[in-house]
């Protein structure tokens, strides 16, 4: 199995820009999380879908930051308009039972 | 106010020596984890501990449980270079019966120098 896969792995982008992230999840995992990593904060959890349906999405900043998961197999993570506070490393997760598994991470850079 | 406190932030020792890092709550977990994180990669899980005051072990490394299901720990024996990383505890909160979202600390930086 690939694990779990995230693109684009850099992004760089102008204040002001929309930024789409995606992830496809591990096959079969019902379970699929979105996380941000800084320094600062460490890992927040963003949201979370149980079998393509959102399920917590409290950890999400504010109305410029918007999640879907059309299928199983894929969810994006976009951010309209991206601001410099928004420079993290953003990570997706799938999950089976107990063990989640995370992506590589998508490195943002807004300017 | 963070949930899962981890001690120390940053720690720096020699090859050989051992350390032990630490994970503090006032919740209750139903399950907690330990994941290790390298540069440039995602947390990768080292292990599940379910039951408290339970004690597992992976090659040099030891993982407790509390007996309260509050707080774990993580220890290193004889520390190598090749565990330099981030080690990130995260504790999972069951919600009416089914499995909410881990937790996570902030984590301890491991530098284990040659």
């Known amino acids: 199995d690939a694990g779990v896969i995230q693109s684009p792995r850099h992004e760089v982008t102008e204040m002001g820009q929309e930024v789409t992230l995606r992830c496809k999840p591990i096959?079969?995992?019902?379970?699929l999380f979105w996380y941000r990593q800084t320094m600062m904060r460490g890992l927040e959890l963003l949201i979370y879908?149980?079998?393509?349906?959102?399920?917590?999405d409290s950890g999400m900043p504010e109305d410029r930051f918007s999640a879907k998961m059309p299928n199983a197999s894929f969810s994006t993570l976009k951010i309209q308009p991206s601001e410099p506070r928004d420079s993290a490393v953003y990570f997706c997760?799938?999950?089976?039972?107990?063990?989640?598994?995370f992506g590589p991470g998508t490195r943002l850079t807004v300017l | 106010t963070q949930l899962l406190e981890q001690s120390p932030q940053f720690l720096s020792i020699q090859e050989g020596e051992n350390l032990t890092v630490y994970c503090n709550s006032s919740?209750?977990?139903?399950?907690l984890q330990w994941y290790r994180q390298e540069p440039g990669e995602g947390p990768v899980l080292l292990v599940t501990?379910?039951?408290?005051?339970e004690v597992k072990k992976l090659k040099r490394l030891t993982f407790q449980f509390g007996d309260a299901r509050k707080d774990s720990s993580l220890h290193i024996t004889a520390a190598q270079p090749g565990d330099t990383g981030l080690y990130l505890c995260?504790?999972?909160?069951?919600?009416?019966?089914?499995?909410?979202?881990?937790?996570f600390g902030k984590g301890t930086k491991l530098s284990v120098k040659p």
């Open positions: 501990v379910v039951t408290g005051g």
């Open positions: 919740s209750v977990f139903s399950s």
């Open positions: 096959s079969g995992h019902n379970s």
């Open positions: 995260a504790g999972l909160m069951n919600y009416g019966g089914s499995q909410g979202n881990l937790i």
């Open positions: 879908f149980n079998n393509n349906v959102p399920i917590d």
């Open positions: 997760a799938s999950r089976s039972g107990l063990t989640q598994y």
